[in-house]
Nanobody
Framework: QVQLVESGGGLVQAGDSLKLSCAAS????????MGWFRQAPGKEREFVAM????????YYADSVKGRFTISRDNAKNTVYLQMNSLKPEDTAVYYC????????????????????WGQGTQVTVSS
């Protein structure tokens, strides 16, 4: 099972950019589709973005499409989330997640689709 550690969170102003990183260890990183989720206070954890095993495919939540970019570097065992044009509603704890589960033709966007999770990193966007 891979272990995941997020970094890069912080306090920024609306309109700013931030890049999150998630370093993997203890497993075969390229075996995992990788995703980013977020959870705001009092809300359920929600899907943000997903990237396939080699990075050839990506998928985004509508709320971040065009502003966020997910990428991965399998040589560095790291997945990234570049966040531009940040809004106060992007404030949340951001979690990195890995999936080796078979979801068939369905893109893994559910929490249960992922079997490895990081501890999260706080992102706060002030207005």
């Amino acid at each position: 099972q891979v272990q995941l550690v997020e970094s890069g969170g912080g306090l920024v102003q609306a309109g700013d950019s931030l890049k999150l990183s998630c370093a993997a260890s203890g497993g075969t990183f390229s075996d995992y589709r990788m995703g980013w989720f977020r959870q705001a206070p009092g809300k359920e954890r929600e899907f943000v973005a997903m990237i396939t095993w080699t990075g050839g495919g990506t998928y985004y939540a509508d709320s971040v499409k065009g502003r966020f970019t997910i990428s991965r570097d399998n040589a560095k065992n790291t997945v990234y989330l570049q966040m531009n044009s940040l809004k106060p509603e992007d404030t949340a704890v951001y979690y990195c997640a890995g999936s080796r589960l078979n979801t068939g033709i369905r893109t893994p966007t559910l929490v249960v689709d992922y079997d490895a999770w990081g501890q999260g990193t706080q992102v706060t966007v002030s207005s």
